[in-house]
C-alpha cells in the first residue's frame, strides 16, 4: 500500500505561481512513477504531468506545458509540481498519483495508477 498526501493548494491571483507537494510513504518511493491530475467541477480528471520512477523524464499535458514543472526528491520521498503563470482555467482540485512499476516510463491515464491522494484545491482568480 502506497499513502499519498498532497499540500501546497490555495487561492493565488493570475499569474501567480503556486508549489505543491505530495508525499508518500508504504512503499520504496524510486520504485514509483508519479503523476499529477486535476480535476475541475464538471469537468472529467485531466492530466496534468508525470514523472518516471527514480526520476529524469517527465511528460506534461498540453495545458500545461511551458508552465508547469514535475519534479522528485526520492530522499525526501515526495514529489512537487512547480505551477508557474496560472490561469483561471488552471482553478481545481489537484490529485497525485502513483504508481509501483518496474519500467522507466511514464503513465498519463488514470486508470493506469493504483494510488491515489485526496486533493488540494488551487484556485486562479482573475
Known amino acids: 500500500q502506497v499513502q499519498l498526501v498532497e499540500s501546497g493548494g490555495g487561492l493565488v491571483q493570475a499569474g501567480g505561481s503556486l508549489r505543491l507537494s505530495c508525499a508518500a510513504s508504504?512503499?520504496?518511493?524510486?520504485?514509483?512513477?508519479m503523476g499529477w491530475f486535476r480535476q475541475a467541477p464538471g469537468k472529467e480528471r485531466e492530466f496534468v504531468a508525470a514523472?518516471?520512477?527514480?526520476?529524469?523524464?517527465?511528460y506534461y499535458g498540453d495545458s500545461v506545458k511551458g508552465r508547469f514543472a514535475i519534479s522528485r526528491d526520492n530522499a525526501k520521498n515526495t514529489v512537487f509540481l512547480q505551477m508557474n503563470s496560472l490561469k483561471p482555467d488552471d482553478t481545481a482540485a489537484y490529485y497525485c498519483?502513483?504508481?509501483?512499476?518496474?519500467?522507466?516510463?511514464?503513465?498519463?491515464?488514470?486508470?493506469?495508477?493504483?494510488?491515489w491522494g485526496q486533493g488540494t484545491q488551487v484556485t486562479v482568480s482573475s
Open positions: 514523472i518516471i520512477r527514480g526520476g529524469g523524464n517527465t
Open positions: 498519483a502513483a504508481r509501483s512499476t518496474y519500467y522507466y516510463r511514464y503513465y498519463s491515464q488514470s486508470d493506469e495508477y493504483d494510488y
Open positions: 508504504g512503499r520504496t518511493f524510486s520504485s514509483l512513477a
